[in-house]
């Protein structure tokens, strides 16, 4: 699989906090302020890419908005490192959902994955609905997969496994899941995929919205996108200029 390349200015270096939002773009999505360094963006109406020095987060959350009043929850990630960063491994420990609360959610294991039934509904959900993630920085690299979860009545025998490594030169793909605490669903308000690097921490923001939200989204996407690419290709320039 050959990852797509990232149409976005990427400033080497720089670091900042996630980017505010722009008008248009913050009757749907507020402003999330992420708690660490980093720069966010977004790829379509369900999809986000965030990012520091150290690692690269793109994830699509269609499904888990889709199942709004649920325990479980299914997102499509991708991670890779910048150039330079040594190779790592990432475990089921690295990805954490951070709730609207400030707390945090571990990744499911294997064996609850399981117990659940194998989650075939939310699966099958999730192949209806699913929106490419696979943007990365470097668009040569390979494609690796991301298999933290297996169905043991998958008669392909795939396996499950606890970690990967990552590289600058692979681009990795996954779906991952992840059991709200007993007494809780998922509800209207601002998430994010956590992502422990070696060095750092990189948190993908998304919005599981109301249904007002939604519509408001699906009718003005073109020009919240539009709104938005303009303001980061803006500050792009204003921090590429700070460099000279």
């Known amino acids: 699989m050959r990852p797509r390349t990232f149409f976005f200015a990427v400033i080497t270096g720089c670091v900042v ?79 954490r959902v951070k709730m609207p609360d400030g707390s945090f959610v571990p990744m499911a294991s294997q064996r609850e ?52 490594e990552v590289s600058w030169q692979r681009g990795c793909l996954g779906r991952i899941f992840f059991k709200l605490p007993e007494g809780t669903a998922i509800e209207p308000g601002q998430y994010w995929l956590s992502v422990t690097f070696a060095n750092s921490t990189v948190e993908a923001p998304f919005r599981i919205m109301t249904k007002d939200e939604e519509k408001f989204l699906r009718k003005n996407w073109k020009d919240i996108k539009k709104e938005y690419e303009a303001f980061l290709k803006s500050e792009a320039e204003k921090a590429q200029a700070q460099q000279q």
Do not use: H
């Open 17 to 95: 906090a996630a980017i505010p939002a722009v008008s248009v773009f913050a009757q749907v999505e507020g402003a999330p302020v992420s708690a660490v360094p980093q720069i966010y963006t977004i790829k379509g109406q369900f999809t986000r890419i965030a990012y520091n020095n150290e690692g690269w987060v793109t994830l699509g959350y269609r499904t888990a908005n889709d199942s709004q009043g649920t325990e479980w929850m299914l997102l499509e990630a991708g991670v890779t490192v910048f150039k330079g960063v040594p190779n790592q491994k990432l475990t089921r420990a690295s990805f």
């Open 113 to 164: 994955y399981q117990e659940a039934g194998y989650l075939r509904g939310l699966n099958r959900k999730g192949d209806n609905v699913r929106d490419a993630i696979n943007y990365f920085p470097n668009p040569g690299g390979q494609g690796c997969p991301m298999l933290f979860f297996s169905d043991p009545a998958d008669k392909t025998g795939a396996l499950a496994f606890d970690e990967f």
